[in-house]
């Protein structure tokens, strides 16, 4: 009796344990699945970057190590600074109208009782465009001439502007193509998060005689927080990438006005057949944004876990 009971002990669980696999399987199979996709198209272009870098190549040729020399000379191009300076400057315009604007969206469109549908079809639909399609059809809106900006002033008589043609606004001008056609996403999930706000808190803060300023200030924004922390994280990458506005509008310019470090990099790599300083760039860009995510994260934990000890 003894005897049979060790040996259930022992081989008891194994077959519990194989049963446990085999209807995981196919979990397993799309954890796998997902594994690879990501070595192949996220972890290999990140390390064959770091690699490139150091390199002097034209993926033809002879493969050379240069060592440093691909840092040395875009730290010596006058367009490194300038690309750096205006990725910054769009990144907060960017932050000012792209992050705000949506969030202002959603809480509008949180507040209708009709149309409520219809009017969030309006919102994404930008999204749903190419980007390539919503930049050209700006580049329209932007000509100086037959343009449909200018001829908005013509008819309120104000002085058209030269908007991709000057240095003075042609970066405003790719700030609000980007907050138009990618707002729509951001609206959306700022909407997503606002429903999960208990109506109760707006109804008990009506009651104490509280406006929307109040209620939006002490009751929405405190509700929907992690998701403001984690879109302004995601908006600063993403406006930090910027790339398809400049290339396909103005090229850089004018006088790279409008070169970005993403734009800067392609220059580089397809212009300039220097793929070693591009993925150098590429590198640099990487590792700014790296640091800055890692600070970030930081410090939200630590004013997460101060407001919970202060609890």
């Not at 002097?56 to 000379?73: C, Q």
């Not at 009709?114 to 969030?120: P, S």
């Not at 009506?206 to 403001?228: N, S, V, W, Y």
């Amino acid at each position: 009796m003894d005897i049979s009971l060790s040996r259930r002990t022992r081989w008891g669980p194994r077959p519990r344990r194989g049963r446990a696999v085999r209807r995981n399987l196919t979990a397993y199979g799309f954890l796998c699945a997902a594994l690879v996709c990501f070595a192949v198209f996220s972890w290999y272009p990140i390390v064959r970057e770091v690699i490139l870098s150091f390199q002097k190549t034209n993926f033809v040729g002879n493969t050379k190590w240069v060592g440093l020399k691909n840092f040395h000379r875009i730290f010596q191009d006058p367009s490194f600074s300038a690309a750096w300076k205006n990725t910054a400057i769009f990144t907060l315009l960017a932050l000012v109208c792209g992050y705000v604007v949506p969030f202002v969206t959603a809480l509008l469109l949180n507040e209708l009782r009709h149309a409520r549908g219809y009017l969030r079809f309006v919102v994404y639909l930008p999204v749903m465009l190419p980007p390539a399609v919503s930049v050209l059809l700006f580049k329209w809106f932007y000509n100086p001439g037959p343009g449909l900006f200018n001829e908005i002033l013509r008819f309120v008589h104000l002085p058209t502007l030269a908007w991709l043609d000057s240095g003075k606004t042609a970066l405003i001008s790719l700030v609000i193509v980007a907050t138009w056609t990618n707002m729509g996403s951001g609206t959306l999930i700022y909407l997503a998060a606002l429903q999960t706000v208990p109506a109760e808190l707006y109804e008990a803060a009506e009651l104490d005689g509280a406006g929307l300023i109040r209620r939006i200030r002490h009751i929405t924004i405190p509700q929907t927080k992690l998701i403001l922390l984690v879109m302004l994280l995601l908006q600063i990458i993403a406006t930090m990438q910027v790339f398809i506005e400049p290339f396909l509008l103005t090229g850089g310019g004018p006088d790279n006005a409008t070169v970005s470090v993403v734009y800067l990099m392609y220059q580089y790599a397809f212009n300039f057949n220097n793929y070693g300083s591009g993925g150098a760039l590429g590198l640099m860009l990487m590792l700014v944004l790296v640091i800055f995510s890692a600070v970030y994260l930081r410090l939200s934990r630590d004013d997460h876990d101060g407001r919970a000890a202060r609890v």
